[in-house]
Structures are given as C-alpha cells and as structure tokens.
C-alpha cells in the first residue's frame, strides 16, 4: 500500500486530494492546524487516514510530525504541500506580510527539504507544491503573495535540478500553478475565470499521477501564463 503525506488538508485543494487518493488505496497522513477538522475527516476512512495536528509555521513541531509519521509508515511515496496564505495587502502592512513570509516562505521551504532530503535516502519518492500562477509577476495589490509564490516556484525548480544527485532518477518535482479556485485562497472580488474545487482538483490529481514536472490548473490559465511571460513590467503598472 502507496504512503502520501498532505500538508494542509483541513479545508480546499489538499482536503479534496486526500479523498482521491484514498480511493486509490492509500495510506494518507493529512495535517492542519484544525485538529476537529482532521478527525472529521478521518472518519471517512479510519483504516487509512493519520492526522496530526501541525501549524507549518512551527518549525521544530513541522520536523517533529514529519519523523512521526515517517516511523509509522516506514517509507513515503508522496508528499503534497497545500498549506497556504494570501492576502490582499495594498498598504503594505507588515503583520500581513510577515504572516506570508513565515507561511508561504520558510514553512514551506522546510517541508521541500525535508521531503527532498527523505526521498534522496530513499531514492524515490514525488514532491508535489501548490504554487500559483500569481509566481510569475508582481502584484500592488498583494506584493508578499506574488514574491513568495515566485520564491516558491524557483526553489522547487532548484530542487528539480537537485534530483541529479539521486541515482535511478526516481525522485520528482511536481509544481501546481493554479490560477483562480473557489477556495479561501482566492483574493480580490469579481475574480475571472473561477475554477470549481472539484474541476481543478481533478486536473491537479491526474498531472500528479503522471509526474507532470509543471502544470497551469485550469488548462486555460496557461494562455495566461504565456502572456504574463512576455509583457513589459510598463504594460501591466498602465492597464492593471
């Protein structure tokens, strides 16, 4: 039986992942920080779900969760980072800043190495990231946001080039982009191209199953992505 842990699985993305999962027969340790939420949800399949309450935040708690579940499963074959926060932030206050840094920066840098680290002594092993599309430009509405997904997305391409050192190349990256989805996380009002919690898991699940190294969710967002890429940073202060 396949091993998965989900970072961030009360609610959202990582709480619909976990489901899919299940049904393919896995044993999945899901964490948050709402442990009501975490029994909850592993009444649904008591033989398979683990919890463990955890705020990634929290370094030393992450590392310690991180070892507990690693001792009850003995080796793990997927690791889904889905924890997150975002902000509209146009004054730039910086409780909320800094809350993004610590979450969305260092509590996830941490669960990449950890993961890396694990699946390098293993010598397999699937790293999955929810990013977003919001890594590929700045922002002046959510400036910390914007710069910590593109901290994200740049580290795990780090990581990827670090699977090199892995012998057997059974190690992999996988970087979810997406754009807007009936979450908590989506920010502004009269948001485009909202994509249902179900519709986009849908996407995520199977770019998973096939190792996609990087992958826009929805398809569309990838039209986006394309012109974000090339527009001049003078564009986008006129018209955004």
């Known amino acids: 039986?396949?091993?998965?842990?989900?970072?961030?699985?009360?609610s959202?993305?990582?709480?619909?992942?976990?489901?899919?999962?299940?049904?393919?027969?896995y044993r999945v340790a899901i964490t948050g920080r709402r442990l009501s939420l975490l029994e909850t949800i592993k009444e649904e399949s008591p033989s398979q779900y683990s919890i463990y309450e955890n705020d990634v935040q929290n370094i030393?708690?992450?590392?310690?969760?991180?070892?507990?579940i690693i001792t009850n499963f003995k080796t793990i074959d997927l690791i889904i980072h889905c924890s997150g926060v975002g902000y509209e932030n146009p004054n730039l206050e910086w409780d909320k800043a800094y809350d993004t840094i610590k979450?969305?920066?260092?509590?996830?840098?941490?669960?990449?190495?950890?993961?890396?680290?694990?699946?390098?002594?293993?010598?397999?092993?699937?790293?999955?990231?929810?990013?977003s599309i919001a890594s590929l430009r700045g922002n002046r509405g959510a400036p910390a946001?914007?710069?910590?997904?593109?901290?994200?997305?740049n580290y795990l391409e780090s990581l990827?080039?670090?699977?090199?050192?892995?012998?057997?190349?059974?190690?992999?990256?996988?970087?979810i982009r997406p754009g807007f989805v009936d979450t908590k996380m989506a920010l502004g009002e009269g948001i485009f191209w909202m994509a249902s919690l179900e519709k986009a898991s849908q996407?995520?699940?199977?770019?998973?199953?096939?190792?996609?190294?990087?992958?826009?969710?929805?398809?569309r967002w990838n039209?986006?992505?394309?012109?974000?890429?090339?527009?001049?940073?003078?564009?986008?202060?006129?018209?955004?």
């Open 1 to 10: 039986m396949p091993n998965a842990i989900i970072f961030g699985a009360t």
């Open 12 to 25: 959202g993305i990582g709480k619909t992942l976990a489901s899919y999962f299940i049904k393919e027969n």
């Open 60 to 68: 030393e708690q992450t590392k310690t969760v991180f070892n507990q």
């Open 103 to 131: 979450t969305n920066i260092i509590g996830a840098m941490h669960i990449y190495n950890l993961g890396f680290h694990l699946f390098k002594k293993q010598k397999f092993g699937h790293l999955v990231a929810i990013s």
């Open 145 to 153: 946001y914007f710069a910590s997904k593109a901290f994200q997305v």
């Open 160 to 175: 990827y080039l670090k699977t090199k050192e892995v012998k057997g190349g059974n190690v992999y990256i996988t970087d």
């Open 203 to 219: 996407q995520i699940y199977r770019a998973i199953k096939n190792k996609k190294r990087r992958v826009y969710i929805t398809k």
């Open 223 to 240: 039209l986006i992505a394309w012109v974000l890429k090339i527009v001049p940073s003078w564009l986008i202060k006129k018209v955004m």
